[in-house]
């Protein structure tokens, strides 16, 4: 049973446009939720997280927006740049935990 | 600043075989995690450790066996490698052991099985 899920698999946008990459999860206690990046033959690394109690967390070109009550929260990236291409990966865990449960990836692909 | 270093890069193994990766990181973390990646399925935990002296299960320990020999170094032994296995280890550390810390990555060893 996934619990994190993302959509889309992949999404291409063209330079200088906003991507929006999608999560949803099923637990209602999780109340972290980071995004992590990944270029190829790398680690992930973290982007940009955010906690149940708020609604929107910004740094620089990128932005989550949460949603509690439909269990859903999406990372827009403004101004998209070719170096963004990378894959997405949306995580969540529950406070007390030390497990973070990772969604499957969003491939983004900027063209210039 | 600190790195993880994972090894071997690359890692080719027979049917049935013992596997071992091995992980080190000089961030002076308490916590470690060993971490599968299968393209398209996101990453799964396999086992974690949240001080030196303890490892824990995550959601994929079957088939693997993990150790924490000492604050710096966690080791992860793949029992009996299964044929055409193909997956990405990645190895992690974080400064405590929340789901809120934040988690440091290597780049990974890729394991083959023929």
């Known amino acids: 049973q996934q619990q994190v899920r993302q959509s889309p698999q992949s999404l291409t946008v063209w330079e200088g446009e906003t991507a929006i990459l999608n999560c949803s999860y099923e637990n209602s206690a999780f109340d972290y939720f980071p995004w992590y990046q990944q270029f190829p033959g790398e680690g992930p690394a973290l982007l940009i997280s955010i906690l149940s109690v708020s609604n929107k967390k910004e740094d620089g070109r990128f932005t989550i927006f949460f949603n509690k009550r439909e269990k859903k929260l999406s990372l827009h990236i403004a101004d998209s740049q070719p170096g963004d291409s990378a894959t997405y990966f949306c995580?969540?865990?529950?406070?007390?935990?030390?497990?973070?449960?990772f969604g499957e990836g969003t491939k983004l692909t900027v063209s210039s | 600043g600190g790195i993880i270093t994972q090894t071997p890069k690359f890692l080719i193994g027979q049917e049935g075989q013992k596997l071992t990766l091995k992980c080190q990181q000089n961030f002076n973390h308490d916590t470690m995690y060993w971490y599968r990646q299968d393209s398209g399925k996101g990453l799964r935990l396999i086992y974690y450790?949240?001080?030196?002296?303890?490892?824990q299960k995550g959601d994929l320990s079957e088939g693997y066996d993990a150790s924490r020999e000492k604050k710096s170094s966690f080791s992860l032994t793949v029992t009996s490698a299964q044929k055409n296995e193909m997956a990405v280890f990645l190895c992690a550390s974080s400064i405590g052991w929340g789901g809120d810390a934040e988690q440091f990555f290597g780049p990974g060893t890729r394991l083959t099985v023929l």
């Open positions: 450790s949240i001080t030196e002296n303890d490892l």
């Open positions: 995580a969540a865990s529950q406070g007390g935990s030390a497990k973070l449960i």
